[in-house]
Each structure stands twice: as structure tokens, then as C-alpha cells.
């Protein structure tokens, strides 16, 4: 053994070596730099040197938009969690049991009431940390739990969709969510209240062509991806190169199948002053 090795080993029994936190940096998705994690959590999990907004869950996202101290989560929804005994590489329920432990969430779908600019509202956020956020029994039970609470109170239902699609685990019972999905809606304006969409990344498949673009307004969040079909499945099967940032938000703005494209530290008051708008609007 050198001299130098000896002289480190007597050192690192006299002094211990410092810990640092795996969490205390974060590499940005969107430009790859290194962002300090409590910088990054008080810009709202926005990069500050390239503007991204990463992907955050219900927690976050109550904290963001609901005024502090009126959260109020609803409890989750009861559902068969298999169905159908589904099994691929493991078994269904064994995934279900690894998404709720790396998430701490009962599904993908989180409902809370509470107030956005003392406006009452119910809040729905999908976790796409949640096996991608997809759409299964549990997540449609919610769907029309939320939209019931919101029709007890008397408020607008405000929906945050970020998913991949149906679950295919559960087969047909998944996609039986989209029409129940639908009739709910339908529920909600009867009682003459507003839906509101705010679509983040990503949000795509059977929720996309369901809820996800039934709103009264539709707001995505910036460079969100929003579409049915994944892109390279529809230039192979057009035969054509799809253009500059398909289906991305901003495109889909400029197209037409958004209202608006909100920065997310803009997100809170442009959904209380929408709120305003269509509440006075109905009530007249």
C-alpha cells in the first residue's frame, strides 16, 4: 500500500465523509442542465434556464392552484383493482402494488375541493407517475366522483389530464370509462356548471379522445404533448413527414383544438378569472 493510500484510509476513520442528498440536484428534461432541486421547486417545477415545466403530481399541483388551507382531499374510489386476473410478464396486481409504492397514491386520478382565488371548485389530477396516468375502472369511478362533489357544491369541476391512454390490463372495462366519462360531463352542464380542461404533458390515447377535449374551455400548459396516436404511427400510416412540433401545444393552438396556452405560474389566475366568467355567464 502507498503512502498516500495509508494517509486517506487513517483520514477517512477520522473524519467522516459528508453525505450529500441524491435529490438535491436535478437534471432538466427539457435543456439537460443541472437545476438546484429547491430552486426548481420554487419556480413551480419550472426550469429557469430553459423554461420546462416538468412533470409533477397531484401534491404539487394542489399546492399550486388551490388557495392554502382550503384543500380537502375526496377520499379515492372503490373499484375491483383486477378484474379480469390480467397477467403479461407479472401479474397486474403486482404492478398496481408497485405504482402505489413508488407513489403513495391508491391510483392515478386524485380528486380534492377547495378554492382557487376563494372561488370554490373541485380539482382532479392524474399522476402519470402512476403506470403513465392511464385510465382504468378506478380512474373513471373518480372521474364521476368528482364531478358528483362538484355538483353538490355547486362549483366548477376542474379536470388535469396527463395520461397515455387506457389501461390495458383491465380490456374492455377500461375503455368503458370514456362514455361514462362523457355522461358525466353531460351531468355537469345540465346542472348548469362549468368543466374546465387543463391539459399537461402528456396526455394522450383513450383520454384524449374522451374528456381530455370535452371542456368548456381547453388550456394546456407549454410544449405539453397532446394527441391519440403516437406520431411515427401516423407518418407510417399517411406515408408524409408530420410537421414542426406536432402535436404539441403551441401547434395545437394555432390549429384550433386549444383556447389557450397558460405558463404555469400564470395557471391560477387565469382559472379563477375563466371560473368567474362562466359562472356569472350560466348564473345569467
Known amino acids: 500500500m502507498s503512502w498516500l493510500n495509508s494517509v486517506r484510509n487513517a483520514l477517512s476513520r477520522?473524519?467522516?465523509?459528508k453525505e450529500t442528498p441524491d435529490n438535491l440536484w436535478h437534471k432538466c428534461k427539457g435543456c439537460g442542465q443541472m437545476v438546484f432541486t429547491r430552486e426548481l421547486e420554487d419556480n413551480l417545477w419550472v426550469c429557469p434556464k430553459c423554461d420546462h415545466h416538468e412533470r409533477i403530481g397531484p401534491r404539487a399541483r394542489f399546492a399550486q392552484?388551490?388557495?392554502?388551507g382550503s384543500c380537502a382531499e375526496l377520499p379515492p374510489a372503490k373499484v375491483p383493482e383486477d378484474p379480469l386476473k390480467f397477467r403479461d410478464s407479472k401479474r397486474y396486481s403486482d404492478r398496481i402494488k408497485t405504482a402505489r409504492g413508488a407513489t403513495g397514491e391508491t391510483d392515478a386520478?386524485?380528486?380534492a375541493r377547495g378554492r382557487i382565488h376563494r372561488r370554490p371548485a373541485v380539482v382532479g389530477v392524474q399522476d402519470f407517475a402512476f403506470m403513465g396516468g392511464s385510465m382504468g375502472l378506478a380512474v373513471g369511478e373518480a372521474f364521476v366522483r368528482g364531478i358528483e362533489n362538484a355538483i353538490a357544491?355547486?362549483?366548477p369541476y376542474i379536470i388535469?389530464?396527463?395520461a397515455g391512454g387506457a389501461r390495458m390490463q383491465e380490456g374492455i372495462l377500461s375503455l368503458m370509462q370514456m362514455p361514462r366519462a362523457t355522461v358525466a360531463i353531460q351531468m355537469l352542464h345540465d346542472a348548469g356548471l362549468p368543466y374546465l380542461v387543463v391539459l399537461t404533458d402528456p396526455t394522450t390515447g383513450g383520454v384524449t379522445a374522451s374528456y381530455a377535449m370535452l371542456g368548456d374551455v381547453q388550456i394546456a400548459e407549454p410544449n405539453a404533448l397532446i394527441g391519440f396516436a403516437g406520431a411515427r404511427v401516423i407518418e407510417n400510416t399517411i406515408?408524409?413527414?408530420l410537421p414542426e412540433g406536432f402535436q404539441r401545444a403551441e401547434y395545437l393552438l394555432?390549429?384550433?383544438m386549444l383556447d389557450m396556452v397558460v405558463h404555469r405560474r400564470d395557471l391560477k389566475d387565469r382559472l379563477a378569472t375563466t371560473?368567474?366568467?362562466l359562472t356569472r355567464a350560466r348564473a345569467a
Do not use: Q, S
Request: glycine share 8%.
Open 153 to 155: 357544491d355547486h362549483c
Open 275 to 277: 371560473m368567474g366568467y
Open 109 to 111: 386520478l386524485i380528486n
Open 14 to 17: 477520522v473524519v467522516a465523509p
Open 65 to 68: 392552484i388551490l388557495d392554502e
Open 254 to 256: 394555432d390549429h384550433g
Open 239 to 241: 406515408r408524409e413527414k
Open 160 to 162: 388535469f389530464t396527463a
